[in-house]
């Protein structure tokens, strides 16, 4: 009998191993230079080697697609049938759905979504090259060539025709369509339960995870900022376009970069455009066409696509958000609307503490930070750390905390060794995804309101700026800059580095910024 007791325990105790679960925990990973921008992508792991081939699963799918639909490379293949005319060409399946999506969004859009926009954009870079604004007349060319026929696709045969030599460009859904496909590559990988994949602000969410998303305030984009919007995303992509990082200067005027191909003019009347989707084709469109139509327009189309939702932000600072957006909403506490603080600024801006007069809450510091990179090449971001000290060289405040693991922090020696305490401060690096217009790869901005790590505002005085990044089986490099905080505006260049090309700093008004 006892025999038999053990029998069966054993082959109960070999069946629960055989289905129990593995606990995951989140593998971080930041790359550079990822389709023209950055990359950050989230695995939840039930081991290291696990994130490590989904991660390598995730950027194998990435570079599969962008050697597919890029138009920045000559050796693609959407570039090698872009200099096809008139005659029918296999393509592969991704390019042929990609071609067929950027048909179906230019009816449902109105014509506000085309590929051809392409042509615009380059007739504005060419002016601004030259500074000076299209002609009339250049404009109105510009216009008539987006209008016509530019492909001819034959499902039976997936073959595509090239038909004119109007520009064209994949750009609007492209990146968000690839996210997806890496997203789907990493979760098919053994021990992965759930992904998120962030290319340069948009971003996808699969598997068992409720991700925390923040969405960038266009009139305040540095990491460190206030967002407008925090969202509790699972199983949807979300996509932010906007005009506020891109663009050209004409005559000391920037003109966005998002252009209405039906006018040939670039549009600003939106300067945010945030979409939640299902389908990450969807959410890329809608994001791209939401920053040409007017508001109204946008409200009525994104009703139309099953179970979008959307938010813009206008020019004039309003936040105008889809029936259905809130859900999405995480609970919070009420943040300011992306106006008010102009009306702050009016208001007296010194006050004074039990030690003497606080920081001139009318000023705040803008550090511009800009990481090394080889053109071309996809790099892993270093680890960074960006921090105040005061002149008894004590820590004020930790802007930033970049880091894949804790046990890593202690590479950022100057940051780590300075105060012992900042090694347990795993908890100051940002862990929420962020959606927001598309960024230069390796550029990053932060701010400084004069606040201390507590939410204090400093006394104005001396302070040192340090930047340190350090890099796995690479070098390590600090940037210190001692400035004066009293009212009086002041701008540094710092000498670039091995691992941090450029970097500045701006103590200004913040009315001068907006």
């Given at each position: ?5 053990r ?7 070999a069946?629960?191993r ?12 930041h790359?550079?230079?990822?389709l ?20 390598a699963?995730a ?9 597919i639909?890029?138009?920045?490379s000559p ?5 090698h049938?872009?200099e ?10 991704e390019?042929f ?12 859009s109105?014509?506000?979504l085309?590929?051809?926009?392409e ?8 002016c601004?090259?030259?500074?000076h ?6 404009i109105?060319a ?8 530019h ?5 039976a045969?997936r ?12 750009n609007s ?26 290319i340069?602000?948009?971003?996808v969410?699969r598997?068992d ?10 009139q305040?984009?540095?990491e ?19 005009s ?18 039906r006018?040939?003019w670039?549009?600003d ?10 389908s990450a084709?969807d959410a890329?469109a809608?994001?791209t ?5 007017a508001?109204a327009?946008?409200l ?6 099953a179970?979008a ?11 105008i958000?889809?029936k ?9 506490v ?14 007296s ?18 550090i ?12 892993k971001?270093?680890?960074v750390?960006v921090?105040?000290e ?5 820590s004020?405040?930790?802007l930033a905390?970049?880091?894949a693991k804790p046990?890593?922090l ?10 012992k ?16 217009a598309t ?8 701010k ?5 790590d507590?939410?204090?505002?400093v006394?104005p005085g001396?302070?040192?700026?340090f ?6 089986h690479?070098?390590h ?7 004066e ?13 091995l ?5 500045s700093?701006?103590?200004h ?6």
């Amino acid at each position: 009998m006892k025999q038999i007791f053990r029998t069966t325990l054993g082959l109960l105790l070999a069946v629960w191993r055989m289905n129990a679960v593995e606990p995951s925990t989140i593998h971080v990973f930041h790359h550079e230079n990822v389709l023209g921008t950055s990359l950050e992508l989230k695995l939840a792991a039930t081991s290291e080697p696990a994130a490590a081939k989904a991660e390598a699963a995730a950027l194998a799918e990435i570079d599969r697609l962008s050697n597919i639909l890029s138009g920045y490379s000559p050796a693609s293949e959407f570039s090698h049938w872009r200099e096809t005319r008139h005659s029918p060409v296999r393509v592969s399946a991704e390019l042929f759905e990609v071609l067929n999506l950027f048909d179906e969004w230019r009816g449902r859009s109105g014509g506000a979504l085309d590929a051809s926009a392409e042509t615009v954009t380059k007739l504005w870079k060419r002016c601004a090259a030259q500074q000076h604004v299209p002609s009339d007349a250049e404009i109105a060319a510009a216009v008539a060539s987006v209008k016509g026929a530019h492909w001819q696709l034959d499902a039976a045969t997936r073959s595509a025709t090239h038909l004119d030599d109007t520009p064209l460009m994949l750009n609007s859904f492209t990146k968000s369509y690839i996210a997806s496909h890496a997203c789907d590559a990493a979760m098919r990988v053994a021990g992965i339960s759930a992904a998120v994949v962030n290319i340069g602000g948009d971003l996808v969410v699969r598997g068992d995870l409720s991700e925390a998303v923040n969405i960038a305030d266009p009139q305040s984009d540095a990491e460190n900022s206030e967002p407008i919007s925090r969202l509790r995303i699972r199983d949807r992509t979300v996509a932010t376009s906007g005009s506020y990082r891109r663009g050209v200067e004409i005559a000391g005027r920037h003109y966005s970069h998002i252009v209405d191909p039906r006018t040939g003019w670039p549009v600003d009347h939106v300067l945010s455009a945030t979409v939640i989707a299902p389908s990450a084709a969807d959410a890329g469109a809608l994001a791209t066409t939401l920053c040409v139509l007017a508001p109204a327009e946008s409200l009525r189309l994104v009703a139309a696509v099953a179970d979008a939702e959307c938010l813009l932000i206008t020019r004039d600072g309003r936040r105008i958000a889809s029936k259905g957006w809130s859900q999405w909403e995480a609970p919070r506490v009420q943040l300011a609307a992306v106006g008010d603080v102009r009306g702050l600024l009016n208001a007296s801006s010194v006050v004074e503490t039990a030690t003497g007069p606080a920081w001139n809450s009318s000023f705040e510091l803008t550090i511009n930070v800009e990481l090394a990179r080889i053109e071309g090449q996809r790099t892993k971001r270093p680890y960074v750390a960006v921090w105040i000290e005061d002149k008894d060289k004590l820590s004020v405040r930790t802007l930033a905390l970049w880091f894949a693991k804790p046990k890593w922090l202690p590479d950022l020696k100057s940051w780590s060794h300075a105060d012992k305490s900042r090694a347990l401060a795993d908890g100051t690096q940002i862990t929420s995804s962020v959606s927001s217009a598309t960024r230069s790869p390796g550029k990053y901005t932060l701010k400084w309101d004069g606040k201390d790590d507590k939410g204090q505002l400093v006394q104005p005085g001396k302070y040192t700026v340090f930047i340190e990044a350090a890099r796995e089986h690479g070098t390590h490099q600090v940037m210190r800059q001692e400035m004066e905080f009293t009212g009086a505006p002041q701008k540094i260049e710092l000498k670039g580095n091995l691992e941090i090309s450029a970097a500045s700093l701006d103590y200004h008004r913040k009315a001068d910024m907006r």
